[in-house]
C-alpha cells in the first residue's frame, strides 16, 4: 500500500514570503486558460466575430471574480448552511478553506453574464469561447488537493496497487486517491474530448452543453470513490452532494445541447 507523501504546502520560501503549491496550481490554471482562449479566437468563427486575446484575458478577470465569490457562497449555501447562518462572520473567512466548484460554476457564469452584457455578446457565445479551456484548470485544482493531501477518497482494496494510506485522513485504512481520478477524468479527459468536440464550429450552446454533461458524468462517477463530508455523509439514494449537485448539471447541459441543434 502506497502511503500519501505529505508534501509541505510551501513550494518555495523566499525570506518572509512563502509561495505556496496552491497558489503556483492556480497560476499554471490561469496560464493554460490564456494560452488556450487565445487558440480559441483564432477560430474561424470567433475571429470574424471580433474575439480577440485581449478579450480572453478580461474574461479571466471576470472568471476569477465569480470563482472566488460563487465558490464560497456555494460551500456556505450548500454544504453548511446552518453552521454560516449562526455563524455568518464566518463567512469571509476565507483562509480557513471552504470552497464549492458547484458553487464556482454558478459564479462563473453570473461572471460571463455580465461580461456578455457589457460586451453586446450572447451569452451562449462567450460561454461557448471558454469552456473547452475550464477542464485544464479544474485539473490544476486536482494537482494542488492531492499535494495538500485532502479530499482523500474511500476505503479502497489494500491489494490495489494505487491503493494510498491518507495519514491526513486520521486512520490508516487503504483508501481511493479520489484527486487523481478526478485530475484524470474532469481534468485531462474532459479536456481532450471537449477540445476535439469544439474545433468545428457547433450550434450555439452546444459547447457549453457538453461541458455541463461531461462534468457532471465525470464528477458523478468520481465521486463513488471520494470519502463524503464528514458532516454530510450521504443523502438519499446513497449519492453524495456532489453527485445530486450533478444531476441539474447534467440535464441543463442536455437541454442546452439539443436547443442548439440547427444554430450558429
Same mark, same amino acid.
Given at each position: 500500500?502506497?502511503?500519501?507523501?505529505?508534501?509541505?504546502?510551501? %513550494?518555495?520560501?523566499? =525570506?518572509?514570503? *512563502?509561495? /505556496?503549491?496552491?497558489? #503556483?496550481?492556480? +497560476?499554471? @490554471?490561469?496560464?493554460? !486558460?490564456?494560452?488556450?482562449?487565445?487558440?480559441?479566437?483564432?477560430?474561424?468563427?470567433?475571429?470574424?466575430?471580433?474575439?480577440?486575446?485581449?478579450?480572453?484575458?478580461?474574461?479571466?478577470?471576470?472568471?476569477?471574480?465569480?470563482?472566488?465569490?460563487?465558490?464560497?457562497?456555494?460551500?456556505?449555501?450548500?454544504?453548511?448552511?446552518?453552521?454560516?447562518?449562526?455563524?455568518?462572520?464566518?463567512?469571509? %473567512?476565507?483562509?480557513? =478553506?471552504?470552497? *464549492?466548484? /458547484?458553487?464556482?460554476? #454558478?459564479?462563473? +457564469?453570473? @461572471?460571463?453574464?455580465? !461580461?456578455?452584457?457589457?460586451?453586446?455578446?450572447?451569452?451562449?457565445?462567450?460561454?461557448?469561447?471558454?469552456?473547452?479551456?475550464?477542464?485544464?484548470?479544474?485539473?490544476?485544482?486536482?494537482?494542488?488537493?492531492?499535494?495538500?493531501?485532502?479530499?482523500?477518497?474511500?476505503?479502497?482494496?489494500?491489494?490495489?496497487?494505487?491503493?494510498?494510506?491518507?495519514?491526513?485522513?486520521?486512520?490508516?485504512?487503504?483508501?481511493?486517491?479520489?484527486?487523481?481520478?478526478?485530475?484524470?477524468?474532469?481534468? #485531462?479527459?474532459?479536456?481532450?474530448?471537449?477540445?476535439?468536440?469544439?474545433?468545428?464550429?457547433?450550434?450555439?450552446?452546444?459547447?457549453?452543453?457538453?461541458?455541463?454533461?461531461?462534468?457532471?458524468?465525470?464528477?458523478?462517477?468520481?465521486?463513488?470513490?471520494?470519502?463524503?463530508?464528514?458532516?454530510?455523509?450521504?443523502?438519499?439514494?446513497?449519492?453524495?452532494?456532489?453527485?445530486?449537485?450533478?444531476?441539474?448539471?447534467?440535464?441543463?447541459?442536455?437541454?442546452?445541447?439539443?436547443?442548439?441543434?440547427?444554430?450558429?
Amino acid at each position: 500500500m502506497l502511503v500519501h507523501p505529505q508534501f509541505s504546502p510551501i %513550494a518555495l520560501q523566499l =525570506g518572509p514570503v *512563502a509561495i /505556496h503549491w496552491y497558489g #503556483l496550481t492556480y +497560476l499554471a @490554471a490561469f496560464g493554460l !486558460f490564456i494560452w488556450l482562449g487565445a487558440r480559441r479566437v483564432k477560430l474561424p468563427h470567433f475571429a470574424q466575430a471580433g474575439w480577440t486575446r485581449r478579450d480572453v484575458e478580461d474574461l479571466l478577470f471576470y472568471g476569477v471574480l465569480g470563482v472566488v465569490i460563487g465558490g464560497r457562497l456555494g460551500y456556505v449555501l450548500f454544504y453548511k448552511p446552518g453552521y454560516y447562518a449562526a455563524n455568518p462572520l464566518e463567512i469571509f %473567512a476565507v483562509w480557513k =478553506g471552504g470552497m *464549492a466548484f /458547484h458553487g464556482g460554476l #454558478l459564479g462563473v +457564469l453570473g @461572471a460571463m453574464a455580465w !461580461f456578455a452584457r457589457a460586451k453586446g455578446r450572447p451569452f451562449l457565445n462567450v460561454t461557448d469561447l471558454i469552456a473547452p479551456c475550464v477542464p485544464t484548470g479544474l485539473a490544476s485544482g486536482r494537482i494542488g488537493n492531492f499535494i495538500n493531501g485532502e479530499l482523500w477518497g474511500r476505503a479502497a482494496d489494500p491489494s490495489l496497487p494505487w491503493a494510498m494510506r491518507f495519514p491526513q485522513s486520521g486512520t490508516d485504512i487503504a483508501r481511493h486517491p479520489s484527486p487523481l481520478y478526478q485530475f484524470a477524468l474532469e481534468g #485531462l479527459l474532459l479536456f481532450v474530448l471537449l477540445w476535439w468536440y469544439a474545433k468545428k464550429r457547433r450550434g450555439l450552446g452546444q459547447v457549453s452543453g457538453m461541458f455541463l454533461i461531461g462534468y457532471g458524468v465525470f464528477r458523478f462517477i468520481a465521486e463513488y470513490f471520494r470519502e463524503p463530508d464528514s458532516f454530510l455523509g450521504l443523502l438519499a439514494l446513497n449519492m453524495s452532494m456532489g453527485q445530486w449537485l450533478c444531476v441539474p448539471m447534467i440535464v441543463a447541459g442536455g437541454w442546452l445541447w439539443w436547443r442548439g441543434r440547427g444554430t450558429t
